[in-house]
């Protein structure tokens, strides 16, 4: 949760009072700020656009899906797809070729 050193009740009062003057918005439990727009940057959706047909049922490691679309590894490791279909491979990849 938000603030967690801070007393629960008045966080939530704080987050319903910021909801209900639209200073934050919440969408499907999320809070974010109002001009926030989930999505994709022209960049990242040139990328996408490559690696969303080679998903299936099984995700990709990031290093594969750079390897096969062409890009960077390190630049798309954090955004590799939405919802981190490809982000969580990655990260446990990394630890596993840590010493």
Known sequence: MALPMEDEALVLLLIEKMR?????????GWLHLPDHKAGFSEEQQAIWQKAEPLFGDEPWWVR???KETG??????????????AARNNYRDRQRSLLP
């Open 64 to 66: 594969d899906l750079a």
């Open 20 to 28: 209900e003057s639209g200073d934050i918005l919440s969408h499907h």
């Open 71 to 84: 890009t960077d590894e390190q630049a798309n490791a954090p955004d590799a797809t939405p919802g981190g």
